[in-house]
């Protein structure tokens, strides 16, 4: 095809009708490689719909295209950023590990975009991102943290197993990380002391205390768990997290019928009394 008709269909992705516009962007994806240099520097053009057409028809050329969408993402609007951002979570594994492996390298507005597409790209992205929270380098690890944290629910329990992973980085990170998610990361957390693990549980109660008093109420709750385990780790976890509130609602557990249970309330409320 001609430059010329390639002008055309460009032109065509500023027209009203969305049809139209999507007509334009797969028949230049259809054109191949000929059309890239005009779509790439389609992402500078001042009309924000060329734009965000050029993004769209350059997903379809995959690595071919990826430098030129990560150096669009400089001087893109928000709109466009956020465009991006979403088109990069669609291209799938051809965009995932080159973005991990950006992470601690980009400026602000490249980490943003960046992120925003991993958190898109959910589970899969997840695997790599725990990686990346032993790296070396600290900027590194951070995003990596931020882009889990993004990433959501669906990232907990790889969180969780990291919390006995070998190396201390990603330990301490992925610590760092579920005390950022809240709520859905402290019911995981609770219920992993059931887990057969020792090491791991031991974990568990160190990461709920650091996420410090938001962990207090799911903690009091856990101590009428049915799972003896869970109300063990729980009753010594609210020993460490230093609430005297808690004493009372241990008090209840030294009538349990289990003695393992009793003991460690025992030692809980001991530990508070001596605080306090």
């Not at 028949?27 to 734009?51: F, H, K, W």
């Not at 295209?65 to 893109?76: G, M, P, R, T, V």
């Amino acid at each position: 095809m001609s430059g010329d008709n390639i002008q055309a269909l460009i032109a065509h992705l500023r027209h009203d009708d969305p049809v139209v516009r999507q007509k334009a962007i797969d028949a230049l994806v259809a054109v191949g490689p000929n059309a890239l240099p005009t779509l790439i520097a389609c992402l500078e053009d001042e009309v924000p719909a060329i734009q965000s057409g050029a993004v769209l028809a350059l997903s379809a050329f995959g690595e071919q295209a990826l430098e030129a969408l990560f150096q669009a993402i400089d001087h893109a609007s928000p709109t466009l950023q956020r465009g991006l951002a979403v088109t990069l979570s669609r291209m799938g594994d051809v965009a995932l590990k080159p973005m991990v492996n950006a992470l601690g390298y980009m400026n602000p507005s490249q980490q943003t975009t960046i992120i925003t597409a991993l958190g898109l790209m959910g589970d899969r992205a997840v695997a790599l991102l725990i990686e990346k929270l032993g790296a070396e380098e600290d900027a590194t690890r951070i995003d990596a943290s931020i882009a889990l944290t993004v990433v959501g629910k669906s990232a907990i329990p790889a969180l969780i197993d990291a919390l006995i992973d070998a190396n201390l980085w990603r330990r301490r990170y992925a610590m760092v990380t579920l005390g950022r998610m809240g709520q859905p990361a402290i019911r995981a957390l609770i219920n992993a002391f059931d887990k057969p693990d020792p090491r791991l549980r031991v974990s568990v109660a160190m990461t709920l205390v650091h996420i410090g008093q938001p962990s207090f109420a799911p903690l009091v709750r856990a101590l009428q768990d049915p799972r003896p385990t869970v109300k063990i780790y729980a009753a010594l976890t609210l020993g460490d997290l230093g609430n005297a509130q808690a004493i009372h609602h241990l008090q209840v557990l030294r009538q349990d019928d289990d003695a393992r249970v009793q003991r460690a309330a025992t030692i809980a409320i001991e530990k508070l009394t001596r605080a306090f």
